[in-house]
């Protein structure tokens, strides 16, 4: 197996032990703290050596001008890209004469813990500067999940076996450089200095810096405190410039003393509110964490994850890699949603810079999902974000001559930020897959206001959307013609299978919605006449289906194509969009990501059992798998078609994605979907969890190599455990009334008397099918082959 060396294997904590400089950008990654709102990666304390340094807000983005060669109508013409904010994680140390840089001198020992329960990064080394002096640096930094404008950090030195006279200074610092990373159209436009400085101060330990950025007019403001102990005299100083903000902190330590430094930080953005508003409002943050102080922030901290995961566990008995895995998965999906409050949850959280800081459909298909059954008041915030962006999306619709709401592709604000609208603006279904969110949630919370405050105008706008972007024939069938599906390898096709089975469930949820809340019918404007030709677009929809080979097509006439020549594709040719001409990749068989395997869970009750098994054996040999949300989509189905050992594989490679940086890119920020889709593999797949209307189904089946599964769920007001053995599955209701479900097809209903155990029925196992060439997945049993 290929783990890196320096993360340890704990079911609780993510550990690196010593410093691993070839891994840095990617430790930067995976030791990112995040509330939703604030973003911090993992860089090391004094700023340097880094990969990428990272600060964000969410929503903090500039715009720039996207140049186009040859220009069309309707090409977006202003992009958006998230920006570096101001760093306040800088401690910088100077040991002796020397700065504490671990490139220099010797490092005794280094290590850092990720502690999933108490959400702390912690740091301890021990370094002795080139000219011999020794010190041990401890820190500990948190993003307050509780108050969600602070971030901070407990810093101390100690002299060992001698004297060192320490001089720290804890910065604010703004206008980082960046290095630039040309070549990969996934990494993030580098914009230099994109801050203009507004006001800065300085003041007994206070520091304060307001910029605004250039173009799209966001004011940001970050302010740091400091509690400072150390032996007589340990003296300060305070200074600010435009860019910089410093509190120095100057002590002669004896051997064994310490110099302990707390910093406190907070920030505020806003793009109305006016400067002394921002200055206070930071002040004001960093007055309420100062009156709680460090411990007071931990304990905070602390209670917010152990509720958390009281409501969200997973626990995985016979692999304890998977098993640390999908913890860490969990946290940084809840540090990825937690306090976005009405703002985007992109791609890769604030972690990075990649892809620009957008939200993709990953947020409703992959993220809201695993919060809908544990966070969910998340998911409603994360879904009336897409509310508020309405009028963006329908000024597009406008533009693009349909009706209702044509959200973005990708964005941060809102308006369109694809440049590329084969892959763009032509990926309609992820309308469709706002609406699946929007049912989703309220199927499983009940929240009535939620649906008529939000759910109804999200589902009427994406239904006017489809019944104008489609037509019927004259047979009276209806058409989706010209739309790219999530398989990014064909582009532009009519009748996507997944894009027209989501859609019929959007048209069909719009029309029901409007039926239960005549009034909000009413405000929008929808007849009866509307809602019935929704319906009459839903039951008409055409289903793209292969006689002859008894499989579904992807899109219409897609198994008609030349397949793709994967005997003559070297293995480092993959990615292929980086290797092979687009319009080589859309005129063949070859899937980049699951599709119409997607559809056969999103969309799970349209596909007997039959045409799963047959369609999944189709398709696997031409997935190459070059987008990271592939394998856990792939071990659902792969689990549902009894094929368990494959499903395996693939759930570990969607868990591993950035623990073993399978796709060479984790340093651009954390793959936020497929670790999202390390829950939808195990609690999907092999909890065989499906959930339509009212429907709530398990059909528990273990691999081989698990001895228990057990996961919690927050349904309709209740908190359900499920436990399952390889012979038998144990449901029981941790709080609330009475919940029906399905176990393997038999109703059953869990209430509070006892738990319910019922037998997991045997499976016959079939052989699996194979993946293109080069292609198998990068998990476990594979690797052992
Ligand atoms: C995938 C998209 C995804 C995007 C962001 C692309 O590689 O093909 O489906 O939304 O990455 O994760």
Excluded at 445 to 461: C, K, N, Q, S, Y
Excluded at 478 to 485: K, L, Q, R, S, Y
Aim: glycine share 8%; hydrophobic share 40%.
């Amino acid at each position: 197996m290929i783990t890196h060396a320096s993360y340890a294997v704990d079911p609780w904590t993510l550990r690196e032990r010593g410093l691993h400089l070839e891994v840095l950008p990617q430790s930067e990654s995976v030791f990112a703290l995040s509330n939703g709102h604030v973003g911090w990666r993992g860089n090391l304390d004094e700023g340097e050596p880094h990969g990428l340094p990272g600060s964000y807000l969410n929503g903090v983005h500039e715009v720039h001008p996207l140049p186009y060669a040859e220009a069309g109508y309707g090409y977006p013409e202003s992009g958006q890209t998230v920006i570096n904010v101001t760093n306040g994680k800088i401690i910088r140390l100077l040991v002796d004469d020397e700065p504490f840089d671990l490139r220099y001198g010797l490092l005794r020992s280094h290590e850092r813990v990720l502690d999933l329960r108490a959400g702390t990064l912690t740091r301890t080394c021990e370094w002795t500067s080139p000219a011999g002096t020794t010190v041990r640096v401890r820190s500990t930094r948190l993003v307050s999940f509780t108050q969600r404008a602070i971030a901070a950090v407990a810093y101390e030195v100690e002299a060992v076996g001698g004297p060192a006279r320490i001089v720290v200074q804890s910065e604010l610092v703004a206008n980082e450089q960046l290095p630039v990373r040309e070549g990969d159209p996934r990494a993030a436009v580098v914009l230099d200095s994109p801050l203009e400085t507004e006001e800065h101060f300085a003041e007994d330990g206070r520091l304060r810096l307001v910029h605004r950025t250039r173009r799209s007019g966001l004011r940001i403001g970050a302010a740091a405190d400091h509690v400072v102990r150390g032996p007589e005299p340990t003296t300060t100083q305070s200074e600010a410039t435009g860019d910089l903000a410093r509190l120095t902190v100057a002590s002669p330590l004896r051997e064994g003393e310490r110099l302990c430094l707390e910093k406190f930080v907070s920030y505020g953005w806003s793009g109305t509110r006016s400067l002394p508003a921002i200055s206070d409002q930071v002040d004001a943050a960093l007055a309420a964490a100062m009156s709680v102080g460090w411990s007071g922030l931990l304990d905070e901290q602390r209670l917010y994850l152990d509720d958390f995961w009281a409501r969200s566990d997973v626990e995985v008995d016979g692999d304890e890699q998977i098993q640390q895995a999908v913890r860490f998965g969990l946290f940084h999906v809840l540090q990825a949603g937690a306090r976005a409050e009405q703002r985007a949850i992109p791609a890769k959280g604030l972690t990075g810079s990649g892809y620009d800081g957008h939200a993709f459909w990953d947020t409703e298909m992959f993220v809201l999902p695993l919060l809908t059954y544990t966070s969910p008041d998340a998911v409603a915030e994360a879904l009336r974000w897409r509310q508020n962006t309405l009028p963006a999306a329908r000024e597009r619709a406008v533009q693009l001559g349909l009706r209702g709401a044509a959200f973005p592709w990708r964005t941060i604000a809102g308006s369109e930020g694809s440049a590329y609208w084969p892959a763009g603006t032509a990926a309609f279904h992820v309308n469709a897959d706002i609406a699946d969110a929007v049912v989703r949630y309220v199927a499983a919370t009940g929240d009535e206001r939620f649906a008529r405050d939000t759910g109804v105008e999200l589902l009427v706008e994406t239904a006017r959307l489809w019944r104008s972007l489609g037509h019927h024939d004259h047979h009276g069938t209806f058409h989706i013609d010209g739309v790219t599906g999530p398989d990014e390898y064909s582009a532009v096709a009519d009748d996507n299978t997944y894009t027209n089975l989501m859609a019929r469930a959007n048209l069909l949820a719009a029309a029901d919605a409007v039926e239960r809340h005549p009034r909000r019918a009413e405000e929008l404007a929808v007849d009866e006449e509307e809602s019935a030709a929704w319906r009459d677009a839903a039951e008409a929809m055409h289903v793209p289906y292969n006689h002859e080979l008894g499989v579904h097509e992807q899109h219409a006439g897609f198994t008609r194509y030349q397949r793709w020549d994967f005997a003559a594709t070297r293995p480092d040719q993959y990615p292929l969009l980086l290797n092979f001409p687009y319009f080589d990749l859309y005129r063949k068989q070859v899937v980049k990501q699951a599709d119409l395997v997607l559809a056969m869970y999103t969309c799970s009750p349209y596909f007997d059992a039959e045409h799963k098994a047959r369609n999944f054996a189709y398709y696997e040999p031409l997935t190459v798998r070059d987008s990271s949300l592939s394998a856990c989509c792939q071990a659902v189905v792969a689990a549902e078609a009894g094929h368990l050992s494959l499903a395996y594989d693939y759930l570990h490679e969607a868990a591993l994605m950035d623990l073993q940086d399978l796709e060479h890119n984790t340093r651009d920020g954390l793959h936020i979907a497929s670790l999202a889709g390390t829950w939808m593999a195990l609690v999907a797949g092999f909890g065989g969890m499906r959930h339509h209307g009212e429907r709530i189904e398990f059909a528990p089946r273990l691999p081989e190599r698990f001895g228990r599964l057990a996961f919690t769920l927050e349904l309709r007001g209740r908190r359900v455990r499920v436990d399952i053995r390889s012979r038998e599955a144990t449901y029981t209701l941790v709080e609330g009334e009475p919940l029906e479900i399905h176990h393997h097809g038999q109703p059953l209903t869990v209430d509070a008397d006892k738990p319910h155990t019922r037998d997991v029925p045997r499976l016959t196992p079939r052989p699996a099918p194979e993946q293109p060439l080069h292609r198998r997945p990068n998990g476990a049993t594979a690797a052992q082959n």
